[in-house]
């Protein structure tokens, strides 16, 4: 984490477009005041809310108590305090005069203590459909002309390869790469900074790392929930834009990444734009889509399915589950399959990213089954790094062997910040390094962009699955064929 760029002279204001949403109220909120809470905060940080629902400060603070709780209760004058700091603005997304409100608000607290360099932070936690109007409207009424403006966007990053260019343009016409901040929600996990380490600084990772030793690889991000929350959203963008062509493709890059040539914030990203360029296209032929369905067996009356739910249409075609088979055309991945599987309503909920390795020729004396090595890193439900490799069982006269796992995820001494307060202080701090460069999007959409044509236009029916299996056969099968082995 590098540190906040903080003199006394700066002041800085956090605005939260959209306010009154669930993103804001559950995550933004939260982060900052557990870092106001733990002084990680900038002083003389003000944090201005933006929504249209006429929330002044004090509705605005119980709409927070169930995300607060705990935190409020055990240091109550603290907390009083973080909001005396929070300043509530009501306004219409397309009304310049709104924002002109405020800025003055911001302007005022800025002010107050004789401060000369205003620093503003400019969250879009709201839909899509507003994103034009209040990026044109702050770059009209509310950037600082004293000190730096940076903006946090985030997913859905448009909705294709065509969309995305206009969005693109929209965005860095108002503000430099080094201003934006798009957000993604899986980098900033310890277990995958664990890894970049360990791959970079020790020969058994980063000798065995290629085609050469590396049979397939799964990223997973499995969810047993059905498609409740923001379910008008999700009917429109699907599994794929929904997670696929963000977060998974960020995990992709970040395990696939040639070495950075520096620990410099650029190097980092050119090398991650570098293997998304050598990405091939995506083929309906290594894309198996599902929607979730009640087998007529299941009693509960939520596990219905996804048709069935009231707020979706029964004619809907929105794939809830997909796996989709990826290839890198490079020297180190060229025959490597990188399968990545998403899905709602399924057995269980685990994000996680399995490498396997190929075989070792060694299974040839009767009594010694050998299975290959398997990297295991997972990021929920608990944060974990291990490798599953070849033991002789313990107490045994013969060479037996077991299965067991070297565990790789040291515990940290200390409090840990959270994935969201991280990511707020290296946005205060200018740290650009686990956020994604508009270029990297705008290649993830070249690979997936004709199977969405395809999908939208063609309308393909996705296979059903039973509420809380594990997804389509069919699906399994293509991870069978691409070598892909489940244990
Ligand atoms: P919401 O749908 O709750 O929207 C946030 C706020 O935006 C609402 O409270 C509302 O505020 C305003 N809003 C909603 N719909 C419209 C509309 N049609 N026109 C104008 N304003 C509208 O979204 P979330 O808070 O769940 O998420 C915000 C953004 O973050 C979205 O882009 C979402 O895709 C993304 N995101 C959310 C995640 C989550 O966990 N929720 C995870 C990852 C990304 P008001 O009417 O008061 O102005």
């Known amino acids: ?56 400060l004090a509705k605005f603070r119980i709409k927070c108590v169930p995300y607060m709780r705990l935190d409020r209760e055990r240091d109550p004058v603290k907390y009083n305090s973080f909001w005396s700091n929070v300043h509530c603005c009501c306004g219409s997304y397309d009304n310049p005069q709104d924002y002109v409100e405020l800025r003055e608000s911001m302007v005022r607290q800025e002010t107050k203590h004789n401060m000369t360099l205003a620093n503003r932070i400019f969250y879009l936690a709201t839909p899509p459909v507003v994103f034009d109007h209040v990026t044109l409207n702050i770059s009209r009424k509310c950037l600082s002309m004293t000190g ?30 080094s201003q934006i901040y798009m957000i993604d929600h899986y980098l900033s996990k310890r277990v995958i900074q664990n890894f970049f380490v360990l791959r970079f600084t020790n020969w058994i990772w980063s000798e065995t ?47 696939t990444i040639e070495q950075p040539y520096s620990n410099y914030v650029e190097d980092m990203r050119d090398e991650k ?55 890198i055309k490079s020297k180190r991945w060229t025959g490597v399959p990188f399968i990545l599987r998403v899905g709602k309503a399924l057995n269980e909920s685990k994000t996680e990213i399995r490498v396997q390795y190929k075989p070792m020729d060694c299974d040839r004396s009767e009594g010694i089954k050998s299975l290959p090595n398997e990297l295991v890193l997972r990021l929920s439900p608990k944060e974990e790094l291990f490798m599953r490799m070849m033991m002789k069982k313990p107490g045994e006269e013969q060479l037996c062997l077991r299965e067991a796992q070297l565990n790789l995820m040291t515990r940290e001494r200390g409090s840990v910040l959270g994935n969201y307060q991280s990511l707020l202080l290296d946005i205060f701090a200018g740290n650009q390094m686990l956020f994604m460069r508009t270029d990297e999007q705008c290649e993830i959409w070249r690979i997936f962009s004709p199977v ?21 056969i069919a699906a399994y099968e293509l991870a069978r064929r691409n070598g892909f082995k489940f244990y």
């Not at 946090?152 to 108002?174: D, G, H, M, S």
């Not at 969405?452 to 389509?472: H, K, N, Q, T």
Request: proline letters at 6%.
């Open 1 to 56: 984490m590098l540190p906040v760029d903080e003199t006394n002279e700066s002041a800085y204001s956090f605005v939260v477009f959209g306010a009154s949403g669930r993103l804001a109220l559950s995550k933004i909120f939260p982060a900052l005041w557990q870092l106001y809470r733990d002084n990680l905060l900038p002083q003389g940080t003000k944090i201005f809310t933006f929504c249209r629902s006429q929330l002044e």
């Open 148 to 177: 730096w403006n940076r903006v946090i966007v985030e997913k859905p990053f448009a909705r294709n390869e065509l969309t995305f260019k206009p969005y693109q343009t929209q965005l860095t016409q108002i503000f430099k790469e």
């Open 209 to 255: 790392w290629s085609n050469k030793h590396i049979a397939a690889v799964m990223i997973s991000v499995k969810c047993d929930k059905p498609v409740q929350s923001r379910a008008d959203y999700f009917n429109q963008f699907g599994i794929i834009r929904d997670v696929m062509t963000n977060d998974m493709m960020q995990l992709l890059a970040m395990l």
């Open 273 to 327: 734009l570098k293997v998304l360029k050598q990405i091939l296209t995506l083929d309906m032929s290594d894309l198996v889509l599902g929607q979730y369905c009640n087998n007529g067996m299941e009693t509960d009356p939520v596990k219905v399915g996804y048709t069935q739910h009231s707020y979706i249409p029964k004619n809907s075609v929105t794939p809830t589950f997909a796996m989709a088979v990826l290839h």
């Open 452 to 472: 969405l044509a395809y999908i939208d236009v063609e309308r393909p029916d996705p296979l059903p699955y039973d509420f809380g299996s594990r997804g389509p």
